[in-house]
């Protein structure tokens, strides 16, 4: 297990270097998307002006404050909560975000599945797990919402975050066909046809 502090944009070798249980600290940029953001990109054929080339994107619907364009707030928008949502539900989205547009790193909670192992692997990308419950800390870790686009579906418009000191995040899913949730899921079964065989249950 290594701690890796990440300048974004990152490239492909520096995220194939990670593995799981490894932890990663993000700075700079980083990039919030969620649900509707990605059907209206990928199945509705809108496109984003930013570049996320080698960039991290967090599975997210803030809670923000219109306080008008400043020095501060330049987008206009102050953050008041940064919540990261489950993941599960866009897992057909993760290909494409790497493909198309270059994404390297999936930020949620929950977890990934198959698919989205199988670009992990092929395109080289992470997924970094966030525990649930944490927003508030979350929040304190981004320092200014630089700019907005897809504003049209807030809260679920993506989100250019200004970012410092993001983690550590906990790699949970990596470009060599590491999963943790894989790792856990049979450790479970084989625990509880222990205890099963324990009873004296037949399966």
């Not at 701690?3 to 932890?23: A, C, F, G, W």
């Not at 002006?49 to 967090?58: E, K, Q, T």
């Not at 679920?156 to 066909?177: C, N, T, Y």
Request: hydrophobic residues 40%; charged residues 20%.
């Amino acid at each position: 297990m290594a701690h890796y502090e990440l300048n974004m944009p990152v490239s492909e070798e520096q995220v194939r270097k990670l593995r799981i249980n490894d932890t990663v600290t993000l700075h700079q940029t980083l990039y919030g998307i969620r649900d509707a953001t990605q059907i209206h990109m990928f199945d509705h054929g809108r496109k984003t002006r930013f570049d996320l080339r080698g960039h991290a994107v967090v599975h997210t619907a803030p809670n923000v404050k219109w306080v008008g364009e400043t020095k501060e707030h330049p987008s206009g928008y102050a953050p008041i909560c940064i919540g990261t949502t489950t993941s599960a539900r866009m897992e057909r989205f993760t290909q494409p975000l790497m493909a198309q547009y270059g994404v390297r790193i999936i930020i949620g909670k929950g977890g990934l599945f198959a698919s989205s192992a199988k670009a992990f692997s092929e395109l080289g990308g992470v997924y970094l797990a966030i525990i649930g419950g944490t927003a508030a800390l979350e929040t304190t870790w981004i320092e200014q919402i630089e700019e907005v686009d897809l504003d049209d579906l807030n809260p679920e418009s993506l989100w250019k975050f200004r970012i410092r000191g993001f983690g550590p995040l906990l790699v949970a899913m990596d470009s060599h066909g590491g999963s943790l949730y894989t790792a856990v899921n049979a450790k479970a079964k084989d625990q509880r046809a222990g205890v099963l065989a324990a009873l004296g249950v037949k399966t």
